[in-house]
């Protein structure tokens, strides 16, 4: 009886093993297109990526960049539009290099973990040095001449000024002497009024006496 129950113990594990055994973890492999690329520093670039079962069974895996850290403090970072699931599966990478990445070769290195694992896939991208813009701007200069005409219209102007003002103190001259001719003709008859008073008063005086 205890043997039977052993053997009815371990039936469910030999067949869970055997199963696992048929039916195990698979492997992946990684294809890129394409493979490598060349750009300038402070552009990117684009690669597709496609994720297939390269043996056993489909359980779900994730792609990553095995080596981000090291391109990261390079100047060089990928982003990557699906990093899992279950193969196969694909998606596009963009490869973002820094203005101020050296110019040089450089290694990027595909890798899918999980259940599903993978090899190494190399992208090779080529970094050559940035790109600069140069800018010319033309001056243009003017020369302004002034002709002579412009000098004798001031001439003319100075002159119709000056005889102006003459014919303006010409014409005040007389009406200052009016008034103190005027004004002398009141005194004299106010004299001669006087005298006359005088002498009215006078010979009445002598009337009374």
């Known amino acids: 009886m205890r043997n039977l129950l052993a053997v009815f113990l371990l039936f469910p594990l030999i067949m869970a093993g055997t199963a696992i055994a048929q039916y195990g973890y698979g492997t992946s492999s990684i294809s890129l297109n394409p493979n490598g690329a060349s750009t300038a520093a402070g552009s990117s670039v684009q690669t597709s990526y496609t994720v ?22 390079q100047g060089i970072t990928v982003s990557l539009s699906d990093s899992s699931g279950d193969p196969p599966f694909s998606g596009t990478a ?17 890798q899918a973990s ?34 002579p005409s412009t000098s004798t219209s001031s001439s003319t102007s100075s ?9 303006a103190i010409t014409t005040s001259t ?3 002497q009016y008034p103190q001719q005027q004004s002398n003709i009141p005194l004299y008859v106010s004299i001669l009024a006087v005298i006359v008073l005088i002498a009215v008063i006078v010979a009445a005086f002598k009337m009374q006496k």
């Open 159 to 167: 002159t119709t000024s000056t005889t102006s003002t003459t014919t």
């Open 174 to 176: 007389p009406s200052n």
């Open 114 to 147: 999980g259940d599903d694992p993978s090899g190494p896939t190399n992208y090779t991208i080529t970094v050559t040095g940035a790109t600069t813009s140069t800018t010319s701007s033309t001056t243009s200069s003017s020369t302004t001449t002034s002709t």
């Open 52 to 73: 297939n079962l390269a043996s056993g069974n489909t359980w779900g895996t994730t792609l990553g960049i095995a080596n981000q850290g090291s391109l990261s403090s």
């Open 94 to 110: 963009t490869i973002a290099v820094s203005p101020s990445a050296k110019p040089g070769t450089y290694e990027v290195t595909f």
